[in-house]
């Protein structure tokens, strides 16, 4: 089925053990990005890309690394896990960050002890 | 930074009620979303819009330009539409950083 696939869906760690989430998109959409949502915080951007090789920050980018080496793959690394990063992530992708649908990932919950 | 407001934060109907979700926001933007996300559950799109009005079976979304202003309707809800409604706007101008997201209001619809 078309869409984005994030694995795991469940995840609890270690604070300072590091860890990747997936993301992949097979819908040769150019634009990807993460996101965390919080109680009472809403959604907030973490990285962003605008295509294989280009990446950026958003808003709450600490602790957190990605990279894009092909259109439809976007993995979001944790390189020291801490317990404010406990929460749920989200992949989505689009054609463009402007005047196109996005289609989201089911999401994976991280605790991090 | 668009400000994005949603209201109510929660709101319980009973089935069959026509229900009204609000968002505000504070700078022209290029495109407005309302999300759905049930409980433990993923994200998905209802609507994208830039002006006037968009239906799908018994939701609307509607959006006014000059007040900066949409709202998501329900007709006739059912208990099935128990979920978190988000609204996220992208606005031009602001990078390519995409949406912001309203906080989402909780909508419980009782039998």
């Known amino acids: 089925n078309a869409g984005v696939t994030q694995t795991p869906k469940f995840q609890v760690l270690k604070t300072g053990q590091s860890m990747t989430l997936q993301c992949a998109q097979d819908m040769n959409h150019e634009y990807m990005s993460w996101y965390r949502q919080d109680p009472g915080m809403g959604l907030r951007l973490i990285h962003y890309?605008?295509?294989?090789?280009?990446?950026d920050q958003g808003e709450v980018p600490n602790g957190y690394n990605v990279s894009r080496s092909t259109t439809e793959d976007f993995p979001l690394r944790l390189l020291s896990a801490a317990p404010s990063q406990t929460s749920v992530y989200f992949c989505?992708?689009?054609?463009?960050?402007?005047?196109?649908?996005?289609?989201f990932g089911s999401g994976t919950r991280l605790t991090v002890v | 930074k668009n400000e994005v407001e949603q209201s109510p934060q929660n709101l319980t109907a009973q089935e069959g009620e026509f229900i009204t979700i609000n968002c505000s926001y504070s700078v022209g933007i290029s495109a407005l979303h309302w999300l759905q996300q049930h409980p433990g559950g993923g994200i998905v799109s209802l609507f994208m819009l830039s002006s006037g009005k968009k239906k799908h079976g018994r939701l609307i979304a509607t959006i006014n330009i000059q007040e900066k202003h949409s709202s998501l309707h329900i007709t006739a809800s059912h208990p099935r539409d128990s979920a978190v409604y988000i609204c996220a706007v992208t606005t031009f101008g602001g990078g390519a950083d995409g949406l912001t997201f309203g906080k989402g209001t909780h909508l419980i619809i009782q039998p």
């Open positions: 890309s605008v295509g294989a090789g280009i990446t």
């Open positions: 989505a992708s689009s054609q463009g960050p402007f005047n196109y649908g996005y289609t």
